[in-house]
């Protein structure tokens, strides 16, 4: 059974970080590439980043380049988004997503908020 659960969200001041984790399994993790969606309230669901499988290439939506990165320990199934210098926009629901094999995790909450 493919899984993708998502964990690290939460509350943070602008300016602040976290650090998300995504944990697959049920499938060759290490072929394939993984994405990280979010969706703020009221819109629509957006790629913020990218990671291939071998060798390792990066996509970055444009708001996050700079702030986020997106990095995979193929040794452990673990795809992570570091998030720095947060701001009230990144506000959002964040998804990791495996596109070949369609999987979805259920989304871990991140707020950026004085």
């Known amino acids: 059974q493919v899984q993708l659960v998502e964990s690290g969200g939460g509350l943070v001041q602008p300016g602040g970080f976290l650090r998300l984790s995504c944990a697959a399994s049920?499938?060759?993790?290490?072929?394939?590439?993984m994405h990280w969606y979010r969706q703020a309230p009221g819109k629509e669901r957006e790629l913020v980043a990218i990671i291939s499988n071998i060798p390792t290439s990066t996509y970055y939506q444009d708001s996050v380049k700079g702030r986020f990165t997106i990095s995979r320990d193929n040794a452990k199934n673990m795809t992570y988004l570091q998030m720095n210098n947060l701001k009230p926009e990144d506000t959002a629901i964040y998804y990791c997503?495996?596109?070949?094999?369609?999987?979805w995790g259920q989304g871990t909450q991140v707020t950026v908020s004085s």
């Open positions: 997503h495996q596109q070949t094999v369609g999987a």
């Open positions: 049920g499938y060759n993790f290490r072929v394939y590439a």
